[in-house]
């Protein structure tokens, strides 16, 4: 391995680090705990160091988006095939994202609440966020409708999904009863 080689991999060895010392941080104490001199600390770099990364928190928050976009599209795709027919791919898809939403709010939140500097719905939307969408179409242009864009069902949806995720956390909706608005969500929506 050249000397080039090796510093290459040393450099994106520290960016995951720092990626995932900000995310466990911001899971374990929220976003606002998350500054350059904490993840310094924990890391045991100096900040000019990080500087040399990432432009400061936002581009932090960035990247921490793009990694959860892709386990988002990942763990939707798992769940939608493994579930058999339109009707159980749907519900699968909505526990599923449902579900990411619970168990890693703060990655949630860089994905869609925070300003991480990412362009949603442009021609320059970073690949993961492009894919994630797409995980949520695969499934959901099938039972869209005849005449109706899978686009435009897709966001419909997803806005949904996200009204539901948002609401539930911040103690607007009951948790326990989640399973029933999915299948209300699949039902009536989806129309499956």
Not at 60 to 66: C, F, P, Q, S
Not at 152 to 171: K, N
Not at 176 to 183: C, F, K, L, P
């Amino acid at each position: 391995m050249s000397v080039q080689e090796r510093k290459q991999r040393e450099r994106a060895d520290r960016e995951r680090l720092i990626v995932a010392t900000a995310r466990e941080l911001a899971e374990q104490q929220g976003w606002d705990a998350v500054t350059t001199r904490r993840l310094a600390e924990r890391i045991e770099y100096s900040q000019p160091v990080l500087y040399s990364h990432f432009r400061g928190k936002r581009e932090i928050i960035g990247a921490v988006a793009l990694q959860g976009a892709a386990e988002l599209a990942a763990a939707v795709r798992v769940a939608t095939s493994a579930a058999d027919g339109p009707r159980a791919r749907v519900a699968a898809l909505a526990r599923a994202y449902l579900d990411f939403a619970a168990r890693n709010p703060a990655v949630y939140d860089a994905i869609f609440q925070l300003d991480g500097g990412l362009a949603f719905a442009h021609e320059d939307t970073p690949e993961p966020l492009k894919d994630a969408f797409a995980a949520l179409m695969e499934t959901l242009e099938e039972v869209a409708g005849d005449g109706v864009h899978p686009g435009l069902f897709t966001e419909t949806f997803w806005a949904a999904l996200h009204g539901l995720a948002t609401l539930t956390r911040a103690g607007r909706l009951p948790p326990e009863h989640t399973e029933w608005r999915v299948e209300l969500l699949v039902d009536r929506l989806a129309a499956v």
